[in-house]
């Protein structure tokens, strides 16, 4: 045999569909997570589902995000997630536990295993040889709900690694290396699965970093195998009993191969404003930094607070510099501050954040009015941190220690020795964070008066005609289409309010228009929806009347998104014809039948173009039901 890893575990959760590239595929998944910004919609459309417990082998609901509380709205918000995690047999992370990513590679993830997240970093868990893959709120309910996760298969791309790191270049340089070459959309429709010698130098976090930043291309997700390392991860988490050896066969085919000889690579960063905007950090020596941010599910594990604890120890931040610390987890906290390593941390002048994404979308610290800002985080997108003037890097934990302590971009490897990072045998482990639910559940589930009920949708006309209410470019992301930040993201259970914002750094009389012209037609360049897993990023603009998105390509989730909640997605046949097409123009097109190729009159300029429906039957069938939800919602009726 000649398989691939991805494919071994693929077969074994193949539920519908063949495992050939390009294919339909339906999974069973083993394993969902919610975290609260996706999750609160995610159980509303559960609930609609009608289906009383959940039937996967785990499913975990967390609160990681917002949890800024700076009113009613968010805590309302963590008070359903947690009656309705109570209510359906869900496990509940409570606020402060720490990133949902981190928290489940520690105490939950498992060689072998499927898992679907309603956040785009769900392939963290790649890092413990587990297929997992960020979708939709909606496509993580009806799992929940045990329907199979539908796909494309992917291809699967094999990232070799041979060599080992040397002092200061960190898993985070790895990531941004395959980046750098990739770029944001290289890894659509792809797993990146590595192998090679290289593999066994680096631990379970640090190949979790790699996964983690893996959906910065685009990727389905990104897998390692499962071995010695960790088996030693497991036990040191009280697990290893749930070990189990995975690895590709010798002779396994890659539809591509691309290698990486960890030896070579150098401190590398990500300049403003995309993941794939990759430098070698020595390029950009000597740039003054005002603020460093060290956490998010990238770069929060023990292993990475454990150096930049050492880096600091016995240093002081430099004045110019803001330096925040937010760990993946309490138990991460909980191990620095057992060891004395927090104490480094709080010393050297660090700024100790709650345990969660904080900055990373825009809770709290907000740099200041065109500010330097040096981030372990995973995207670095216009706007993001809240301040849309900042210029905002990703780099190594090293890279941003280094930062802080010069008060420029400086390359990690000045400040002197690297050291040594041992991993405790045992970690100090304490999961009374978790609610466990019991069974049955006699509360009742609260709803404050920011939880609006899902809006209902109709089944796709077969004429569409309208307005082309706004025209982009390439990559544009669902941080442009509905932004971060707590004001806006305590608005994820009311979908009239948050629709509000759709576009609104972009263009900020959108919605406004959207609503007056009755609705219309996006029109996009590459890769349109890259980035989070959001739904909101199409089911606000489903409320404001967005008919379809006519776009060169879409990002994977947010195409998913798009026709789980009935707005047709079309791709230019010819991408030419891009140009013809302006703001402002009206549009028409018949979708009868929602055949593939299909013709947009542009009635002003008199043209007309092609575009493609490209879509499988059974996606169509969902646009034809009025959206996911209700296709679900008859089939559980039927049964
Ligand atoms: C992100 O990193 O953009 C988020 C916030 O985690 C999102 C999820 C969300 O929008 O709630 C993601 O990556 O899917
Ligand atoms: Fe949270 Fe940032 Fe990770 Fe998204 S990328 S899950 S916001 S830490």
Redesign the pocket.
């Known amino acids: 045999m000649s398989t691939t890893l991805a494919e071994k575990i693929i077969t074994h959760h193949l539920a519908e569909g063949k495992m050939e590239p390009g294919e339909q595929i339906g999974l069973k998944i083993d394993h969902t997570l919610t975290?609260d910004?996706?999750g609160t919609l995610a159980y509303l459309e559960f609930e609609a589902m009608g289906v009383p417990r959940v039937k996967t082998k785990l499913s975990l609901s967390f609160v990681d995000?917002n949890m800024l509380q700076n009113d009613f709205r968010n805590a309302d918000d963590h008070r359903y997630l947690q009656d309705v995690a109570a209510k359906y047999g869900v496990v509940f992370s409570r606020p402060g536990n720490g990133i949902c990513h981190q928290i489940h590679l520690e105490r939950f993830a498992r060689p072998g295993y499927t898992l679907l997240g309603?956040?785009?970093?769900t392939p963290t868990a790649g890092g413990m040889g587990m297929i997992a893959i960020?979708a939709g709120g909606l496509d993580v309910a009806a799992a929940m709900a045990g329907e199979p996760f539908y796909l494309e298969m992917p291809s699967i791309m094999g990232v070799k690694l041979t060599g080992a790191l040397s002092p200061f270049a960190s898993a985070k340089d790895v990531i941004l290396e395959v980046l750098r070459r990739l770029s944001v959309k290289g890894g659509v429709n792809k797993i990146l699965e590595y192998f090679g010698s290289g593999v066994k130098t680096l631990s379970v976090p640090e190949r979790a970093t790699i996964t983690n930043m893996g959906?910065e291309t685009g990727a389905t997700t990104s897998i390692f195998p499962s071995d010695e390392v960790t088996k030693t991860f497991l036990r040191s988490q009280g697990r290893a009993d749930q070990w189990l050896p995975l690895t590709a066969d010798d002779d396994a085919k890659y539809s591509e191969v691309i290698e990486v000889d960890l030896g070579k690579v150098e401190p590398l960063i990500a300049l403003p404003h995309s993941p794939d905007n990759v430098k070698a950090v020595s390029d950009v020596e000597g740039t003054p930094v005002d603020q460093v941010c060290i956490g998010s599910?990238t770069n929060s594990s023990l292993r990475d607070l454990k150096t930049v604890a050492a880096l600091l120890k016995g240093k002081k931040v430099s004045e110019k510099v803001s330096l925040t610390i937010s760990s993946g987890s309490r138990q991460v906290l909980e191990n620095l501050a057992a060891s004395g390593e927090l104490v480094d941390i709080i010393r050297a002048g660090a700024r100790i954040l709650e345990n969660g994404?904080g900055p990373?979308?825009g809770i709290g610290q907000a740099p200041q009015t065109d500010a330097v800002s040096i981030r372990t985080f995973?995207?670095n997108f216009k706007g993001?941190s809240g301040t849309q003037s900042a210029q905002v890097y990703l780099a190594s934990p090293e890279t941003a220690v280094a930062a802080a302590l010069y008060g420029e971009i400086t390359d990690p490897r000045k400040i002197g020795e690297y050291p040594k990072i041992t991993l405790p045998e045992k970690v100090i482990v304490e999961d009374s964070m978790f609610i466990f639910p019991e069974q049955p559940f006699t509360g009742e589930v609260r709803r404050g008066p920011n939880i609006k009920p899902l809006p209902k949708f109709t089944p796709v006309p077969e004429r569409l005609a309208g307005e082309v209410l706004l025209k982009t470019g390439d990559n544009v992301s669902?941080?442009d289409i509905l932004p971060?930040g707590s004001e806006v993201?305590s608005l994820?259970s009311n979908i009239p309010e948050i629709s509000k914002h759709v576009f609104r750094y972009v263009d900020s009389s959108f919605a406004d228009r959207a609503l007056a012209k009755g609705g219309g037609f996006i029109v996009g360049g590459e890769n349109y929806g890259q980035?989070?897993?959001?739904e909101?990023a199409a089911l606000a603009p489903k409320y404001l009347g967005v008919k379809a998105v006519i776009a060169k390509s879409f990002a994977r989730?947010h195409l998913a998104n798009l026709v789980n909640f009935g707005i047709v997605p079309l791709t230019f046949v010819d991408k030419q014809d891009y140009a013809a097409v302006a703001q402002g123009d009206m549009l028409e097109l018949d979708v009868k039948g929602l055949q593939r190729n299909l013709c947009v009159k542009n009635a002003a300029k008199g043209v007309a173009f092609r575009v493609a429906l490209d879509l499988s039957d059974r996606e169509k069938d969902l646009l034809k039901a009025g959206g996911k939800l209700a296709a679900i919602k008859a089939k559980h009726a039927e049964n």
């Open positions: 975290q910004s996706t995000h309603s956040d785009s970093h960020g959906t599910c994404c990373c979308i995973n995207r993001r669902t941080d971060g993201m994820r980035g989070s897993s959001r909101h989730i």
